[in-house]
């Protein structure tokens, strides 16, 4: 079964300043990953995901995300936060032989100061 | 196109009650997923459908249950609610290939009192 680790529950960063948030998987093959992103009182959406290819993938609102297979990482990168990218972001990770069972980390809350 | 649409937005029941939630997809989705969202254990895989046949399911008692229609919306079921049934449940529908997207809804807020 797979399972996603995010280590970092709260982060708080000042706005223009570059975002990392890390997120770590374990799955027995590559597996299908993505990132969404939570606004209070909504549901998700998606950022980015990575299913083959090249192994940096482009996102919506200006994020990215790197698939390292060596270390299990697939970590969430922005160069300059806005204040509207406040929100919770969770990591997921999606089995190649099974349809749609996707498994989500805990979450990412970010803050952003001004 | 429409979203993803959950009925109704919030909820409050009673212990031993019993709920039922509404989902409707994506025109042309026939996957729908629940998922059950918690401060404590985040997103908790619950059950996903696809052309009416459930193809997938989570650890959940069996208490959650779910179908679907064959227009593809799909309703969502706890029965004998208790107080830790209390969550956000999100449904999210996709095209139904492996590699498809899933689209959320904004997600139905359950309070059990």
């Known amino acids: 079964a797979q399972s996603v680790t995010q280590p970092d529950i709260h982060i708080t960063v000042s706005e223009g300043a570059s975002l990392e948030l890390r997120c770590n998987y374990s799955?027995?093959?590559?597996?299908?990953l993505f990132w969404y992103v939570q606004s209070p009182g909504q549901g998700l959406q998606l950022l980015l995901k990575?299913?083959?290819?090249?192994?940096l993938v482009q996102g919506i609102k200006g994020f990215e995300a790197e698939f390292k297979r060596s270390q299990s990482s697939f970590n969430l990168r922005k160069p300059s936060v806005h204040w509207s990218d406040a929100a919770e972001y969770f990591c997921a990770v999606g089995a190649r032989g099974g349809y749609q069972k996707v498994t989500f980390g805990i979450g990412t809350k970010l803050q952003v100061i001004p | 196109k429409a979203g993803v649409t959950q009925t109704p937005r919030y909820l409050i029941k009673t212990r031993g009650q019993q709920v039922t939630l509404s989902c409707s997809p994506i025109?042309?989705?026939?996957?729908v997923s629940w998922y059950q969202q918690t401060p404590g254990q985040g997103l908790q895989f619950l059950f996903e459908?696809?052309?009416?046949?459930?193809?997938n399911k989570g650890n959940f008692p069996g208490r959650f249950s779910g179908r679907q229609f064959s227009n593809s919306r799909s309703e969502m079921n706890v029965s004998t609610l208790e107080l830790g049934d209390s969550a956000l449940y999100l449904c999210?529908?996709?095209?139904?290939?492996?590699?498809?997207?899933?689209?959320f809804g904004p997600g139905t807020r359950l309070t059990v009192l």
């Open positions: 999210a529908s996709s095209a139904g290939g492996r590699a498809d997207t899933q689209y």
């Open positions: 799955y027995g093959a590559t597996p299908y």
């Open positions: 025109s042309g989705h026939r996957s």
């Open positions: 990575y299913f083959s290819g090249d192994t």
């Open positions: 459908y696809f052309s009416e046949t459930q193809r």
